[in-house]
């Protein structure tokens, strides 16, 4: 599968931002309401907005909670 196969941008680098969140399971074209206040993720979700609007919401494997800030 190529970044053209994912209707992403033409000149998209393969990184991407990434937002985790636990216990979420989203499926395609469904809208996620979010009440951001960490301000790093907020810094994030600007940086996207302004630049090429793509994040990556992410599912934290179990356990994450011992190594969440490492």
Known sequence: MTAQDLDFPPD???EVR?????DLVMFPS??????????????????AIRGDKL??????????ETDYYS
Request: aromatic share 14%; hydrophobic share 45%.
């Open 12 to 14: 998209f680098s393969g």
């Open 30 to 47: 469904n809208v996620l309401p979010l009440h951001i206040f960490e301000s790093r993720y907020r810094e994030m979700l600007e940086d």
């Open 18 to 22: 990434l937002f985790p969140l636990s």
């Open 55 to 64: 994040i990556t919401i992410a599912t934290l494997a179990p356990g994450y």
